[in-house]
């Protein structure tokens, strides 16, 4: 099955749920993605799913000088984003719970 549909409608949420965990940068937030099972998403998905939570006021950030290169953008939740990720957590559990129950053939 082709899940690239299915993590358009969910990397939103994904990428709340990781960056509520814990603070992280762009590469750092693909990486805990893939380390979490999705493992065909994309790197630029990701980082305009970040400009985009940003933009919208669900998340914040700050910059984290390194030594090992450039400094890093870190991206932490607000908690407008909390609010967010609360929302949609309880609509993806309905509406899994409902896909669910039709594939085992449960009457609606």
Same mark, same amino acid.
Do not use: C, N
């Given at each position: 099955?082709?899940?690239?549909?299915?993590?358009?409608?969910?990397?939103?949420?994904?990428?709340?749920?990781?960056? *509520?965990?814990? %603070?992280?940068?762009? /590469?750092?937030?693909? &990486? =805990? $993605?893939? #380390?979490? @099972?999705?493992? *065909?998403?994309? %790197?630029?998905?990701? /980082?305009?799913?970040? &400009? =985009? $939570?940003? #933009?919208? @006021?669900?998340?914040?950030?700050?910059?984290?000088?390194?030594?090992?290169?450039?400094? =890093?953008?870190?991206?932490?939740?607000?908690?407008?984003?909390?609010?967010?990720?609360?929302?949609?957590?309880?609509?993806?559990?309905?509406?899994?719970?409902?896909?669910?129950?039709?594939?085992?053939?449960?009457?609606?």
């Amino acid at each position: 099955m082709d899940t690239t549909q299915l993590l358009k409608g969910v990397l939103d949420l994904a990428v709340l749920a990781v960056v *509520d965990a814990e %603070d992280g940068y762009g /590469y750092d937030v693909v &990486r =805990r $993605l893939r #380390a979490g @099972g999705l493992d *065909d998403v994309g %790197d630029a998905s990701v /980082y305009g799913t970040l &400009r =985009r $939570l940003y #933009a919208s @006021g669900a998340l914040t950030s700050y910059v984290v000088p390194s030594d090992e290169g450039p400094h =890093r953008k870190y991206y932490g939740i607000t908690p407008i984003g909390r609010s967010q990720l609360k929302s949609q957590t309880d609509d993806w559990a309905h509406f899994s719970a409902t896909v669910s129950g039709i594939l085992q053939g449960v009457p609606a």
